[in-house]
């Protein structure tokens, strides 16, 4: 099972995941050089790599949502 995990934010050397509703920290170390706030990681033997489409595609579905707000 694939778990949807988020970047949050980064605080000095952790990172805080977004992950089934739940904060977890984890070493910075292990995500990877130019993720960023909100992008979408997939967890594969250990170690995490950055769903450029999913990211993409969660962001286009944040915008859309605020569009219809009036935002």
């Known amino acids: 099972m694939i778990k949807m995990t988020i970047i949050e934010r ?6 805080l995941l977004e992950q089934d509703g739940e ?10 050089l130019g993720a960023k706030e909100g992008d979408l990681l997939v967890l594969t033997n250990g170690f995490y790599s950055v769903d450029i489409k999913g990211t993409e595609d969660r962001r286009n579905e944040i915008l859309r949502k605020m569009k219809g ?3």
């Open 69 to 71: 707000l009036g935002l």
């Open 23 to 32: 904060i977890i920290k984890v070493d910075r170390g292990l995500i990877p």
């Open 10 to 15: 980064f605080e000095k050397n952790v990172a």
